[in-house]
């Protein structure tokens, strides 16, 4: 079966079109946005992630946050990002697949799991 160019350059856009409406603009920023955030390889099971790097979900995909994080912040506590998702006030940008923080304020806790998946003595 043979196809036209115009019909092969349509279809090409078209989903184009499709996949820039799924992400984020690679330059987006953030000015005060209250963000999903949570461990990118305990809780958001990111591909090739190792450790527990604090990651945000955009949009329906996840990136990893490079910048100032909460100090006074046990990951593995019951309401550590190990465990839940926590909402964070975030500024900085997206850029080159993660988003380069300038503040992050983590919100008070919301559904603490009575029975969390690590502790403090689990490392990974």
Known sequence: MSHSPLSVAASLLLV???LAACRPAADATFHGDILD???GSCV???EG???CPWAAEIE???YLIRGPIPEDHSSHAP???CNMT???VIEGELRGGELLATRMELLPPQGVPEEPRF???DLH
Do not use: K, L
Request: hydrophobic content about 40%; glycine content about 20%.
């Open 37 to 39: 955030v949570a461990c």
């Open 49 to 51: 992630v190792q450790g």
């Open 79 to 81: 309401d550590g990002i």
């Open 119 to 121: 502790g403090p003595a």
């Open 16 to 18: 184009a079109g499709a």
């Open 44 to 46: 958001f099971e990111m």
């Open 60 to 62: 329906g995909r996840h």
């Open 86 to 88: 926590r909402q964070a």
